[in-house]
């Protein structure tokens, strides 16, 4: 039996992307999806607005209406948004949540904490099996190499983004400070603006752009006097990310409630 999914911001990149990846999987139904009041999109046929064929389900403005039969939530928006969207789907048959929003504030991760009482939440600043692997190498390097090794982080998306750094920059910075034993948000550097001090030993610096189409690029350098040794990766088009959004939703379809990372759905 197909597990029953709805999407939040279907006009969107993500939105598409997920409508045209979800067509193609026999093992999910898609049976609503939301924008925000106002949108143009509203009342659009959602295998329309993904480019494909009509599908009968229609973009409404409102989570209550889009998940009213769906097991399954799926949530790139932003934060007020998602946030809005778990305290509504409470009313709803929905059991499980893929959270793709990143940008919450500190004061916003209690209400997160909260929702995964009653759902399954997988949540991920990036579900690309890529950059998940890339995860486990970081950590592993960072527990290796000597505390004369410097960690800097770097990297690049689109004009449109609106958070900084990315949350995969700061995932990938989580990872380097679990495994050199810390705490991220004592060494995190994001702010470099003219000139200050020289660089703090064991500190994980941040370095941002953006601008054109660029759909994520991530780079984690580690650097000592004799040599440095790069981790990248290029993410090449959204399909990747909503593949591993639709893998989550398999897989959290079936589990307990709970907040969950993508590592637990590939068993890294």
């Known amino acids: ?12 990149r993500m939105g598409r992307a997920l409508i045209a990846a979800a067509g193609d999987d026999a093992g999910l139904q898609l049976v609503g999806g939301s924008e925000q009041a ?3 999109s509203l009342g ?15 973009c409404v403005d409102s989570p209550l209406a889009a998940a009213k039969t769906a097991q399954v939530w799926i949530d790139f928006t932003t934060p007020a948004a998602s946030l809005a969207a778990l305290s509504a789907l409470k009313a709803t048959s929905v059991k499980a949540i893929v959270l793709g929003t990143t940008g919450f504030e500190p004061a916003q991760e209690a209400q997160i904490a909260e929702a995964a009482q009653h759902f399954c939440i997988v ?12 995860m486990g190498l970081v950590k592993q390097a ?20 609106v958070d900084a750094p ?8 989580g990872a ?3 495994g050199r034993g810390v705490s991220h948000t004592e060494v995190a550097a994001y702010d470099r603006h003219g000139v200050t001090a020289a660089r703090k030993a064991g500190e994980i610096g941040y370095a941002v752009a953006r601008g054109g189409g660029i759909i994520g690029e991530h780079e984690v350098m580690f650097a000592n006097e004799d040599e440095v040794i790069r981790f990248s990766h290029s993410a090449l088009n959204r399909a990747i990310f909503a593949k591993g959004a639709l893998a989550a939703a398999r897989w ?7 907040l969950y990372a993508m590592s637990d759905v590939l068993g890294l």
């Open 1 to 12: 039996m197909s597990i029953q999914l709805a999407i939040a911001g279907a006009a969107g």
């Open 38 to 40: 106002g949108s143009p």
């Open 44 to 58: 659009s046929d959602l295998g329309l607005l993904a480019g494909g064929e009509a599908l009968g389900v229609f």
């Open 123 to 134: 949540r991920s600043g990036n579900f690309s099996l890529g950059i998940n692997l890339l």
């Open 142 to 161: 960072a527990e290796r190499l000597g505390p004369d090794w410097d960690i800097e982080i770097f990297e690049a998306h689109h004009r449109r983004k």
């Open 166 to 173: 990315s949350g995969t920059a700061l995932m990938l910075g």
């Open 176 to 178: 380097a400070a679990q």
């Open 252 to 258: 959290a379809a079936g589990q307990n409630p709970g």
